[in-house]
């Protein structure tokens, strides 16, 4: 029997050369992510638990991106408590306010992730890093604590499930859409503790921020990781950011999946997912009539340059509708400052939109963008469960970067194509 790319990096970092689904081991692992709402209880635990040390301080990551800049004392507190842990422990990957992004956007644009890798984050998307070829995985403060005392972890080997993705994408139809689309045809609950192995030509259309979108939502189909076999595109990108060696492993012809789904994307539409929940995903041309008072562009599922070239494309030319409030989040700096040079910054400014420093915000209620009582927002991010972005009276419809751009000039949910005013 053959193993999946999800069994070989598990086993490989088991120090064994086979494992099953259902099957308990503790694995050795490349990188531990907390952030500045997980890793002070974190920090906390491994306090508790005696530990003095960390096992390898260049293979933990520390990164405040929900709350920060500080929004209030509780969150400037929290923040606090991973830099003075930071400082104490001499963590080489900490990010202060001003070189940080948020997380899922910042490690693999920084190197620190890789074909191969076994990453643990102590948030839900963690996920993210499986575009390029990495097993990753969201995990619980407690096992961070663990993990930053021994460099290891336990897991249940998961089975997986396989999407293959056939045809070419039409016009503003992009990775967003298709994971949409995946997670309305299975259900939120469809993928629960499974990997989701995505495939087929449709991919080599995608950009790797694109695949990064994918990979980053195989948690609202409740997936314990999402993951791609490394391509040229991956290699090209990883070739150009890696900090240290990686190693790629596919899928053996006769591995074993749980379920196999095949879709044609070339006949797919951009999807709007409906309040709330991401499997509530119609075709745009399904949508009908619904204003808007808010939009929000970023997240760390589609806060990356490719998003961002996308909106500024639909919104070049046009002005953000007068009783609509965009925002713009740009995942890292390194994001922010190529917007500055390919002139994009201009783009939002000029219509009429703000453009944040990177941070999470409004995404989990945070900041920078509340939805009051009755409000409805068209976001980028990645849930729209009851009151994610506000009052649990508000609305949030989630789409690709193209149809929020579009949406924020007509003031209610449209395709692009009815707003772009340049060459497609």
Same mark, same amino acid.
């Given at each position: 029997m053959g193993m999946t790319i999800t069994q070989k990096i598990l086993a490989e970092h088991a120090g064994r050369d086979f494992v099953e689904p259902g099957e308990l081991i503790m694995a050795d692992v490349d990188l531990v992510l907390a952030n500045d709402i997980t890793g002070p209880v974190a920090i906390k635990e491994f306090e508790r638990a005696g530990g003095k040390e960390v096992f390898d301080k260049e293979k933990i990551a520390l990164?405040?991106?929900?709350?920060?800049?500080?929004?209030?004392?509780?969150?400037?507190?929290?923040?606090?408590?991973?830099?003075?842990?930071?400082?104490?422990?001499?963590?080489?990957?900490?990010?202060? /306010?001003?070189?940080?992004?948020i997380e899922h956007a910042l490690l693999p644009e920084k190197g620190l992730v890789g074909p191969g890798d076994l990453v643990i984050g102590a948030d839900s998307h963690t996920c993210t890093?499986?575009?390029?070829?990495?097993?990753?995985?969201?995990?619980?403060?407690?096992?961070?604590?663990?993990?930053?005392?021994?460099?290891?972890?336990?897991?249940? /080997?998961?089975?997986?499930?396989?999407?293959?993705?056939?045809?070419?994408?039409?016009?503003?139809?992009?990775?967003?859409?298709? #994971?949409?689309?995946?997670?309305?045809?299975?259900?939120?609950?469809?993928?629960?503790?499974?990997?989701?192995?995505?495939?087929?030509?449709?991919?080599?259309?995608?950009?790797?921020?694109?695949?990064?979108?994918?990979?980053?939502?195989? #948690?609202?189909?409740?997936?314990?990781?999402?993951?791609?076999?490394?391509?040229?595109?991956?290699?090209?990108?990883?070739?150009?950011?890696?900090?240290?060696p990686y190693k790629i492993f596919k899928s053996?012809?006769?591995?074993?999946?749980?379920? *196999?789904?095949?879709?044609?994307?070339?006949?797919?539409e951009p999807q709007v997912a409906l309040p709330h929940l991401p499997e509530n995903s119609v075709n745009i041309s399904e949508v009908g009539d619904i204003t808007i008072d808010q939009v929000v562009i970023g997240s760390c599922t589609n806060g990356r340059i490719e998003d961002m070239r996308m909106a500024a494309k639909v919104l070049r030319g046009n002005r953000v509708h007068p009783y609509v409030r965009m925002i713009v989040i740009p995942a890292t700096q390194?994001?922010?400052?190529?917007? *500055?040079?390919? +002139?994009?910054?201009?783009?939002?400014?000029?219509? +009429?939109?703000?453009?944040?420093t990177?941070?999470?915000?409004p995404c989990l209620g945070g900041h920078m963008g509340i939805?009051?009582? +009755?409000?409805?927002?068209?976001?980028?991010?990645?849930r729209n469960f009851v009151g994610r972005m506000g009052h649990p009276e508000s609305e949030i419809y989630l789409t690709n970067p193209a149809v929020a751009a579009a949406s924020a000039v007509k003031g209610k949910i449209v395709h692009p194509m009815e707003v772009i005013k340049n060459d497609i």
């Open positions: 990164i405040p991106d929900h709350f920060t800049p500080n929004k209030d004392i509780k969150s400037a507190e929290l923040s606090k408590a991973l830099r003075d842990f930071a400082r104490k422990h001499d963590i080489t990957h900490y990010y202060e /306010v001003g070189r940080m992004g890093y499986g575009a390029l070829g990495a097993f990753s995985t969201g995990v619980g403060s407690t096992d961070i604590a663990f993990a930053m005392m021994t460099g290891k972890c336990w897991f249940k /080997v998961p089975e997986s499930m396989k999407f293959i993705y056939r045809g070419k994408p039409a016009p503003f139809v992009t990775g967003k859409d298709l #994971i949409l689309f995946t997670i309305k045809d299975i259900g939120v609950d469809g993928a629960l503790y499974r990997a989701m192995e995505f495939s087929g030509e449709a991919l080599k259309y995608l950009t790797v921020d694109e695949r990064l979108t994918i990979t980053n939502m195989a #948690i609202e189909a409740g997936a314990k990781n999402g993951i791609m076999e490394p391509d040229e595109v991956t290699l090209d990108y990883v070739k150009a950011r890696a900090q240290k053996d012809d006769n591995a074993e999946y749980c379920d *196999i789904r095949e879709y044609d994307v070339s006949k797919l390194e994001v922010y400052l190529q917007m *500055i040079k390919e +002139g994009i910054m201009e783009v939002f400014v000029e219509a +009429g939109a703000a453009v944040s990177p941070t999470c915000g939805l009051a009582k +009755g409000e409805r927002a068209v976001s980028t991010t990645n």
